[in-house]
Nanobody, 127 residues
Framework: QVQLVESGGGLVQAGGSLRLSCAASGRTFSWYGMGWFRQASGKERNFVAGIKWSGGNTYYADSVKGRFTISRDSAKRTVQLQMNSLKPEDTAVYYC????????????????????WGQGTQVTVSS
């Protein structure tokens, strides 16, 4: 089994920064890609950012482009999400997810692509 554990969430003022990290443990294999999703209170979970493990191609939701950066450390099997210029609307529980396979051009934004999910970490941005 694979476990994903997120860390780095917290409370920050608008305009501030946070760095989320996701570490994978357990049965290891080559990921196709990893992603970050978020779910605000009372709303659906939405795609935030994704990265293809081989090649490092990155993908972002329009709402975070230019502010968030996803990266990976292949040796440590971790993925990070650097979040800058945070806004109150970024407040949500952030989830890390890992995909063993990916299909289609938009694999990264489809929740069903992902096989493993973390428990989530709360990010709160105050105005």
């Amino acid at each position: 089994q694979v476990q994903l554990v997120e860390s780095g969430g917290g409370l920050v003022q608008a305009g501030g920064s946070l760095r989320l990290s996701c570490a994978a443990s357990g049965r290891t294999f080559s990921w196709y890609g990893m992603g970050w999703f978020r779910q605000a209170s009372g709303k659906e979970r939405n795609f935030v950012a994704g990265i293809k493990w081989s090649g490092g191609n990155t993908y972002y939701a329009d709402s975070v482009k230019g502010r968030f950066t996803i990266s990976r450390d292949s040796a440590k099997r971790t993925v990070q999400l650097q979040m800058n210029s945070l806004k109150p609307e970024d407040t949500a529980v952030y989830y890390c997810a890992a995909a063993a396979y990916g299909y289609g051009a938009s694999w990264y934004q489809d929740e069903s692509t992902y096989d493993y999910w973390g428990q989530g970490t709360q990010v709160t941005v105050s105005s």
